[in-house]
Each structure stands twice: as structure tokens, then as C-alpha cells.
């Protein structure tokens, strides 16, 4: 059985220096010295990464407050990536008068699904006291293997309709990041949609991403070093960006927590068991500064992802999978990462 590490990136650092130790006290045992020292040397080298990663962690992240009623709208490509984004935000919001509005933008391709995703949805945001029109459930999104400009276009004048009608005061969508295609449309749509004239704040909440980098995914590293561990040791740590731009935290008291668990728990065709262990931190959000000047979330060339799906065609697959784990691209579009030039047609 493993050790589950949850949210405690110190204890990676402090595990990845006992282990550094023990190879290098074994480097003075007569018989030993040469099978360990290599050992000895590796281990150093993943402390010292993980040791990195978690200075670079103190450097990126820091705590948010909400403290005052405003006009919250969560865009949400499904149903349980609201609460996941912004369960926290819903929950502050709503007990503090202000307004909540929860948009869904894609609809599930499985028969009888969408039904039932609805029904969690309602049920889990219930928690929030939002029922009623507090949530819309609309199908913006291509179907999710598919290219369609067009349908994208169209979703734009709703969205933009949408906005203008509620008139929010701050916006949540999810982060342009490459995890899955139908997220990163709703971030790129969005994009377009802001005006300099417009007034609201506008987030992005990360929540999963093919990207691995030092400087950009610390948690990413050191789950990526935690497996190193003699395989006893797995660390789950929350979303990182991909650009290094300020991770915010909300703040949040433990019976918010509490209550963030309770609504991933609603979402039972979503493996709700798994969402309440690996989901119940405290909101992410990345506040959007200008306009987005790449087509695509991260540097898809020079990336980790191309390193590992290049492995993969020349080594065994499998052992590639277990030496470096990562997504294998942007779900919808995988071997690769979202292009949005491609998405609205422009290339």
C-alpha cells in the first residue's frame, strides 16, 4: 500500500532527503561504497530538484481573500469542473448575498448522461442555496474529436450575450492549458470576448495539464520525484499553471472545505470518491492579464510531452508510462496539445 501525500509537498522534499541520506551513509559500508554511490547521487539530484520545486512553490503561490457580495459567473465546459474551479468562490458568494450564476457550456456525448450530470450539478450546488435559473445548462461545444469554427462562432455571440445580461462583476473559467479542448475553448472564447471597456475580473482555474516545467508545474515535479520513492510514496498535489503567473489561493475555513467536499461528492457518475480526495483544495485562480499572445497553452516542441510521446515510439510503451507519466496531450486532441488557431479556423 502507498503513502498518500495530499497537498504536503514538504514531506516529498523531507522523504527524497532521508532516502539522499541513507544511500550516502551506505557509501561507508566496506562492499557497499560503489553499488550505492550511484544511488547516493541520484537521489540527490531528485532532492535537489524537489527541493527547487518547492522554493519555487513560496515564490508562485499566495492567499487570496473574497470578502465582499459581488456578481459571480462560473463558465464551466462540464458539470463538475465548476465546483472543482470555484466550489469555494460559489459556496463565499452565495452566504455573503451576493449572486452566483453557473453557465455549462458542453454537453456529454453519452446517452442518458447529460440527465444525469444535471442532476449532480443541482444537487451539489444546492449545497450553495443555488437552484432554479442560478444554473444553465447549454451545448456550445463541438463534439470533442471534431474541428467546427462555425459551432465556436456561434457559441461566442451567446457567450458574449450571456455576460452582457448579467453583468458580472467578476468571471471564473477554466485555465487555457492544454488538459482538454472543450476547457481551453471556453478560455479562448472568452479572450476574445473582453474588452478593454469592460469592468468585471476575469480568472482562470486551473485543473489538470499535459505540461511539465520546474519554474511552471512545481506540484508536477514533485509528483514526478515522488515516484522515485521505491514506489511507496504517491504525491497529489493541487493544479499549476503553465505560464508562471501568480497561483491565488482562497481562503477558506475549514468548514468551506468541508462543505467543497460535500458538493464533489454529488458527482457519482464522476467517480465522486476520487474528486473528494483529489479535489477538495482550496480554489486555484489565475487572474487573465491581456490577451492571450500564443495559439497554443505551452511550448509544445521543446515540451516534456513531446520528449515522452517520442520515447514512446521507440521504447515499450508501457515502460515509458511508468518511467515518466504525463497525459499524452490535450484530451479531444491527444498525441498533441490544443492549437486555436486551428480550433477557430484560422490556420
Not at 541513507?22 to 562492499?31: E, H, K, R, Y
Not at 508562471?244 to 475555513?253: C, D, E, S
Request: with cysteine; glycine share 6%.
Amino acid at each position: 500500500m502507498k503513502l498518500r501525500i495530499d497537498f504536503r509537498p514538504s514531506i516529498v522534499v523531507a522523504l527524497l532527503a532521508a532516502a539522499a541520506l541513507l544511500f550516502w551513509l551506505a557509501t561507508g559500508v566496506p562492499g557497499l561504497s560503489w553499488i550505492a554511490l550511484p544511488f547516493a547521487l541520484f537521489y540527490s539530484v531528485l532532492l535537489a530538484i524537489a527541493a527547487l520545486a518547492l522554493l519555487r512553490l513560496r515564490t508562485i503561490e499566495r492567499w487570496m481573500a473574497w470578502d465582499a457580495p459581488g456578481r459571480l459567473l462560473i463558465l464551466a465546459p462540464h458539470e463538475d469542473d465548476c465546483v472543482i474551479s470555484a466550489g469555494g468562490l460559489g459556496l463565499r458568494n452565495s452566504r455573503l448575498g451576493g449572486v452566483t450564476r453557473v453557465v455549462y457550456l458542453a454537453r456529454d456525448e453519452t446517452p442518458a448522461l447529460p440527465e444525469r450530470r444535471e442532476a449532480e450539478a443541482r444537487a451539489a450546488w444546492s449545497i450553495a442555496g443555488l437552484g432554479g435559473t442560478d444554473l444553465l445548462f447549454l451545448d456550445l461545444m463541438p463534439p470533442l474529436e471534431k474541428r467546427d469554427p462555425a459551432k465556436l462562432r456561434a457559441a461566442s455571440i451567446v457567450l458574449r450575450a450571456i455576460i452582457d445580461d448579467f453583468q458580472p462583476t467578476a468571471i471564473v473559467m477554466p485555465a487555457f492549458e492544454g488538459g482538454h479542448v472543450h476547457h481551453d475553448m471556453v478560455a479562448a472564447l472568452v479572450d476574445l470576448l473582453v474588452t478593454p471597456a469592460d469592468r468585471f475580473a476575469v480568472f482562470e482555474a486551473p485543473e489538470y495539464s499535459p505540461c511539465v516545467s520546474l519554474l511552471h508545474t512545481p506540484h508536477r515535479v514533485l509528483a514526478l520525484c515522488a515516484r522515485w520513492l521505491f514506489g511507496l510514496v504517491a504525491y497529489n498535489g493541487p493544479p499549476d499553471g503553465v505560464d508562471g503567473r501568480p497561483i491565488l489561493k482562497l481562503r477558506m475555513a475549514p468548514s468551506e472545505l468541508a462543505d467543497k467536499r460535500r458538493m464533489l461528492g454529488a458527482f457519482a457518475s464522476q467517480n465522486a470518491p476520487s474528486l473528494m480526495v483529489t479535489r477538495s483544495y482550496p480554489d486555484r485562480l489565475i487572474a487573465r492579464v491581456g490577451h492571450r499572445p500564443h495559439s497554443r497553452p505551452f511550448d509544445f516542441d521543446r515540451s516534456y510531452l513531446r520528449f515522452v510521446l517520442a520515447l514512446r515510439r521507440r521504447l515499450p510503451p508501457r515502460l515509458v508510462d511508468r518511467l515518466f507519466p504525463v497525459q499524452l496531450g490535450t484530451i479531444g486532441r491527444m498525441g498533441t496539445i490544443t492549437d486555436w488557431d486551428s480550433e477557430w479556423g484560422r490556420a
